[in-house]
């Protein structure tokens, strides 16, 4: 396992506050970025999305890194998130799949027995070089850095086993989980294998966009906190780790992100991400006590405080980074996506505020704030 705080990591550290936070070392002030920055609240994707279809920008790389870019720009945020989607993987795996408007992802043939997990490949990962391709131009615009002097971070991402799983099995998006839960707990074997197939090709995929680029990968198990911590250990936890592993060999910190997880978080610590996403559920404070002081973390503010009256949104924002309290480590974000309607200004004011609050304390008092929390923890 690599020592994240010795680790050399990516060659962008020294001059990123992005990758420097995922690192947990010190950083002129907290950086800020957004789940789902790049979406349809934002007048600019949706002039793109007028014309081509959520699948045709995400596989043409110059119109992908268009959008990564602009909605970056826009917000003047820290990190650019490649504009992609989780189940691209789902075609070189020979699944198909397609967005319906008001209905989200449909698998057309769900996976439901042993058979058909044979049948998934899990060579043909090349096929989703575009991705690779896209970051590559983002790479390439964002390779000097800002009039601050800070050069923005690159984050590739990819799913998670069992949030993938759940599309692959479901069909599409679930609220029970019964499929999925069905599979997992009465066909071993099936599930063994579907795990091991899709680290395959998840390895693969992310080596692809840190060769091109990315500084860092996200992991989203965006669903996983539809598990028990006892089904989480014993069904995910061990693939979830490797694909982990395997990631953050590559050279890059690895962000593992959940929803719904306030029980979980010391189970996916356990994988040895650098950087556990919290969601809004639980205090900012408390999701870092549980995961220790090994550990960074991003997050917490609910994404339907955009839409709350500015006071209400300045004091939620200004209590995120007093319960970060200055410690090394800390990257602003939402505890989820940014949803559809999402006045922009807020999303910006955000974004001023995180800079106004966020400047870093002293190294000294920063350390200190640290010692005293490791021994509460
Ligand atoms: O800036 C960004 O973050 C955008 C890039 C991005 C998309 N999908 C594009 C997209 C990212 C990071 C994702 C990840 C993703 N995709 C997740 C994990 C993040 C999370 O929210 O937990 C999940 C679960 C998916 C699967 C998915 N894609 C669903 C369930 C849906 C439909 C739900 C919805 O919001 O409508 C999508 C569609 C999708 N992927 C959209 C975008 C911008 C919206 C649809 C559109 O533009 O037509």
């Given amino acids: 396992m690599l020592d994240t705080a010795s680790n050399s990591g990516p060659q962008s550290e020294g001059s990123s506050r992005f990758v420097r936070a995922c690192l947990r070392l010190p950083v002129d002030r907290t950086p800020v970025w957004f789940l789902r920055q790049a979406g349809r609240y934002m007048p600019e994707y949706m002039a793109v999305r007028k014309h081509h279809s959520l699948l045709e920008i995400c596989r043409t790389p110059e119109i992908a890194a268009e959008v990564t870019i602009t909605a970056a720009e826009r917000l003047d945020v820290d990190a650019a998130i490649i504009f992609a989607d989780l189940l691209l993987p789902f075609t070189p795996m020979g699944l198909d799949f397609e967005f319906l408007a008001g209905e989200g992802p449909v698998v057309h043939q769900p996976v439901r027995s042993l058979e058909h997990v044979q049948a998934l490949r899990t060579d043909r990962a090349d096929e989703l070089a575009y991705v690779a391709k896209a970051i590559e131009r983002v790479a390439a615009h964002f390779q000097s850095p800002r009039t601050d002097g800070d050069r923005l971070g690159i984050i590739g991402f990819c799913g998670a086993p069992f ?17 999925t839960k069905q599979l997992m707990y009465s066909k071993s074997a099936a599930w063994s294998l579907l795990m091991e197939k899709l680290v395959t090709v998840l390895v693969a995929y992310a080596k692809q966009q840190v060769e091109a680029g990315a500084d860092v990968i996200q992991i989203f198990d965006s669903w996983a906190g539809a ?15 490797e694909l982990v592993q395997r990631i953050r060999a590559l050279g890059v910190p690895v962000i593992y992100f959940g929803v719904d997880t306030a029980s979980l978080l010391p189970a996916m610590r356990e994988t040895g991400a650098d950087v556990l996403g919290l969601d809004w559920r ?78 870093a304390r002293r190294p000294q008092a920063s350390r200190e704030a640290l010692s005293e929390w490791a021994v509460r923890a």
């Avoid at 993938?164 to 998006?173: D, T, W």
């Avoid at 598990?227 to 780790?241: E, F, G, I, K, N």
């Fill in 282 to 359: 639980i205090p900012l404070d408390e999701g870092w006590r549980a995961v220790g002081p090994g550990c960074a973390v991003q997050g917490n503010l609910d994404p339907i405080t955009l839409f709350a009256p500015e006071d209400i949104l300045r004091a939620r924002v200004r209590e995120i980074l007093d319960l970060a309290a200055g410690r090394a480590g800390h990257i602003f974000n939402l505890g989820h996506g940014i949803v559809p309607g999402t006045p922009v200004e807020n999303v910006l004011r955000v974004v001023e505020w995180v800079k106004q609050f966020g400047v």
């Fill in 227 to 241: 598990l028990s911590v006892a089904d989480y250990r014993q069904y995910c936890l061990t693939s979830t780790t």
């Fill in 163 to 179: 949030t993938l799983a759940s599309y692959m099995i479901e069909g599409g998006s679930s609220r029970t989980y019964i499929e």
